[in-house]
């Protein structure tokens, strides 16, 4: 089993749709980032979250550390926020500066 | 403009040619790493520095060196490519707290090793 799983792995949804990715991890962690990857490749980090939740324009993430659970959500969707979204953790266990991700959740938007 | 700077973007190169893929940051970031992509595999940590002269191997070391002798740079040296490095990569930096902080990317180099 992962570290870090994903769900779901890919997402289509219509405009204007409300869509929620979500992220697990095993381990105890001491922060929680989320990326995304645009079609072109390039990585963008959009959160960081050791608790609680943190919103930017239609972007919200939650973060559970007792359920060791996290979740990205995406109001009024839209076809730009096609990308892959994707979890990474640090864990408390390892030493230094370790990050470790999730597959990846492919998300496509249509209009 | 604030950048993690990646070179080459795409290389094409033979097994056992000595390569290295440079990376520069202009934000005085203490914290460097750099990540391989695969499919279903993910990204993976293949080396960070903290600061200078500090390196320490992520999950995947092998066949990989490092260096960080200016804050700015963070080279990847691949002494003896093999065909299972072939492989998209990141550059990323961020300020201080390394993985407790957001971190910036640059925009990958495609390898492929024949």
């Known amino acids: 089993k992962n570290e870090v799983e994903q769900s779901p792995q890919n997402l289509t949804a219509q405009e204007g749709e409300f869509i929620t990715i979500n992220c697990s991890y095993s381990?105890?962690?001491?922060?929680l980032h989320w990326l995304q990857q645009h079609p072109g490749g390039g990585i963008v980090s959009l959160f960081m979250?050791?608790?609680g939740k943190k919103k930017h324009g239609r972007l919200i993430a939650t973060i559970n550390i007792q359920e060791k659970h996290s979740s990205l959500h995406i109001t009024a969707s839209h076809p730009r926020d096609s990308a892959v979204y994707i979890c990474?953790?640090?864990?408390?266990?390892?030493?230094?500066?370790?990050?470790?991700f999730g597959e990846g959740t492919q998300l496509t938007v249509n209009p | 403009e604030a950048q993690v700077t990646q070179n080459p973007r795409y290389l094409i190169t033979v097994t056992g040619k000595k390569l290295t893929v440079t990376c520069s940051q202009n934000?005085?970031?203490?914290?460097m790493s750099w990540y391989r992509q695969d499919p279903g595999l993910g990204l993976r940590q293949i080396y960070y520095?903290?600061?200078?002269?500090?390196?320490d191997k992520g999950d995947v070391p092998e066949g990989y060196k490092v260096s960080r002798k200016e804050k700015r740079n963070f080279p990847l040296i691949l002494e003896s490519p093999s065909p299972n490095q072939t492989s998209l990569y990141f550059c990323?930096?961020?300020?201080?707290?390394?993985?407790?902080?957001?971190?910036?990317f640059g925009d990958g180099t495609r390898l492929s090793i024949l």
């Open positions: 381990v105890g962690i001491s922060a």
């Open positions: 934000m005085n970031h203490e914290y």
């Open positions: 979250l050791s608790s």
């Open positions: 990474a953790v640090r864990s408390e266990e390892t030493s230094g500066s370790r990050l470790t």
């Open positions: 990323a930096s961020s300020s201080l707290g390394g993985s407790n902080q957001p971190q910036h």
């Open positions: 520095s903290m600061n200078v002269e500090v390196t």
